[in-house]
């Protein structure tokens, strides 16, 4: 317990210091990579699971906030802000946007609010469906409607399987405040796309289905992992997937590291015959861009299958 307040005191001593006029958001050095442009979502979800927490502790000595109440207020405000900004409607769900995961608690959190309170908010399930439903709809009318397998992400834009996971939750998250089956079957189309259903026939997660990555760009897959699709496996890893095919040229590898196995025939690491519309993808060592697990591609994935486990 005493940790356990320590760490609520810090979370809301972080948010309270959040710069909410930043001029940069990408948290590396130098600033070349990892680049984010959308915050408010950040903000809601933060403020969101500070309400939670704060709501169900018993121990608020030296909180900076300790009525819940404020961090609900918090969560609403930055739902608004969000939905507001000039870049809502413009990226849907994956590992930098996570308004819809923020809308989903907001939402949640109306029922451990007083009615006075709810009754106050400017965020309404009815805008965050909208909200929702706008930035479904694009994804299928761009690109959904015109792709043979219904994958509503481009794939020569970066971050593919980490948008497919995001539509297929953003799309769940939908039916689930909404109480309906609109995106039942676009939904579960992004995730067979992630699990086999695209023009390469692979699963994207290792040890998922028949056919997945053999050859990580991952330094202990590499180094004491099968290389072949046979144990030992990184079993659950995510990679990245299609990218723009410009990307898989000139590719390189920390010293030391063990070379894939020669490839023939599809099926056993070649897939090149399958890239088209200036997509492409590679399952080597060297293709970090298509190749490399990451920590948010596998909370995506956890995610992903705890909500389909659930139906």
Request: net charge negative; charged share 15%.
């Amino acid at each position: 317990p005493a940790y356990a307040h320590q760490c609520l005191l810090w979370g809301q001593t972080i948010f309270d210091r959040a710069a909410t006029h930043p001029s940069s958001l990408v948290t590396t050095a130098p600033h070349d990579f990892y680049p984010e442009q959308e915050w408010q979502d950040d903000m809601e979800l933060g403020a969101a699971e500070l309400f939670r927490a704060t709501a169900t502790t018993s121990d608020l000595a030296g909180l900076p906030h300790p009525d819940p109440l404020y961090w609900f207020g918090q969560a609403d405000h930055w739902a608004q802000e969000y939905m507001l900004s000039p870049l809502d409607g413009t990226d849907t769900f994956n590992l930098y946007d996570i308004a819809a995961l923020a809308h989903l608690e907001l939402t949640e959190d109306r029922a451990f609010a007083p009615a006075k309170a709810v009754a106050g908010m400017q965020t309404k399930p009815a805008t965050v469906l909208e909200d929702l439903h706008d930035q479904l709809a694009a994804a299928q009318r761009l690109f959904a409607a015109h792709d043979p397998f219904g994958i509503g992400y481009h794939y020569v834009d970066d971050d593919t399987v980490a948008h497919l996971l995001g539509l297929f939750l953003e799309a769940r998250i939908y039916d689930q405040i909404a109480g309906s089956h609109l995106y039942e079957g676009f939904a579960q189309r992004q995730f067979d796309a992630v699990l086999g259903r695209n023009p390469w026939g692979l699963s994207f997660v290792v040890g998922a289905g028949s056919r997945f990555p053999d050859c990580l760009h991952h330094q202990v897959a590499n180094l004491v992992g099968s290389l072949d699709g046979r144990p030992p496996l990184l079993l659950g890893a995510v990679v990245p997937g299609p990218v723009n095919v410009g990307e898989l040229s000139g590719l390189s590898a920390a010293e030391g590291y063990r070379p894939c196995p020669a490839r023939g025939a599809p099926g056993a690491g070649n897939y090149a015959q399958f890239n088209g519309r200036g997509a492409g993808y590679a399952d080597n060592v060297l293709a970090d861009v298509s190749n490399e697990p990451s920590d948010d591609l596998a909370a995506l994935s956890l995610l992903a299958f705890t909500t389909e486990a659930q139906g």
